[in-house]
């Protein structure tokens, strides 16, 4: 195996570590909700540009919903408004 190949099977790897741990994550809250019976809805942020993250949420039946953020950041005692 070349450099490049390693690389790109541990990147491969990590990302399917980092799937798993969410899958089991999310598999945990949403038992929690149900088993609670009060809770309707389980939401995530995710960046408009992160469809890696998209396609996991799809992967696990959610689907993008009507609603966009708003914020406003607040500066830290002693720093000064943007």
């Not at 949420?57 to 002693?78: A, N, Q, R, T």
């Amino acid at each position: 195996m070349t450099h490049c190949e390693l690389n790109f099977a541990y990147r491969q790897m990590i990302c399917l570590n980092h799937y798993q741990i969410f899958t089991k994550l999310f598999e945990h809250v949403e038992q929690l909700a149900r088993t609670r019976g009060d809770v309707r809805q389980i939401r995530l942020y995710v960046e408009r540009q992160n469809t890696t993250a998209q396609a996991t949420y799809k992967k696990m039946g959610m689907h993008h919903s009507h609603y966009d953020m708003y914020e406003k950041i607040l500066p830290l005692p002693g720093q000064q408004q943007q």
